[in-house]
């Protein structure tokens, strides 16, 4: 069974930093790029960071860029997003999403790689919330 465990958010005041964990289990974690998501109420989903499966290609969204920072760990089967100097307009739902065999060349750092409907598996989400 595909499992995608976020963990890691909670309340944090603006200038502070959170780090994001997604625990894989059920798939081959090296088979499949993992992305972070967030969903604020009334707006649509975003993607915010995602990593490829094996290259290490990586992409931000720009208002994250400089201040996030997306990591996997193969032995540990965890992507972790590192989230410095938050912003209360960083407040959301996170979700962490795992893509099986999307094509990203080396390189490449478009929004494409990290659109929702590459991904096909999805964890539940945690809750960060920044206040001012």
């Known amino acids: 069974e595909v499992q995608l465990v976020e963990s890691g958010g909670r309340l944090v005041q603006a200038g502070g930093s959170l780090r994001l964990s997604c625990a894989a289990s059920?798939?081959?974690?090296?088979?499949?790029?993992i992305g972070w998501f967030r969903q604020a109420p009334g707006k649509e989903r975003e993607g915010v960071s995602c990593?490829?499966?094996?290259?290490?290609?990586?992409y931000y969204l720009d208002s994250v860029k400089g201040r996030f920072t997306i990591s996997r760990d193969s032995a540990k089967n965890t992507v972790y997003l590192q989230m410095n100097s938050l912003k209360p307009e960083d407040t959301a739902l996170y979700y962490c999403?795992?893509?099986?065999?999307?094509?990203?060349?080396?390189?490449?750092?478009?929004?494409?790689?990290?659109?929702?409907?590459?991904?096909?598996?999805w964890g539940q989400g945690t809750q960060v919330t920044v206040s001012s």
């Open positions: 999403a795992a893509g099986f065999n999307i094509y990203w060349p080396s390189g490449r750092s478009d929004p494409y790689y990290c659109s929702g409907p590459l991904y096909g598996y």
């Open positions: 059920g798939f081959t974690f090296d088979d499949y790029a």
């Open positions: 990593v490829s499966s094996r290259r290490g290609n990586t």
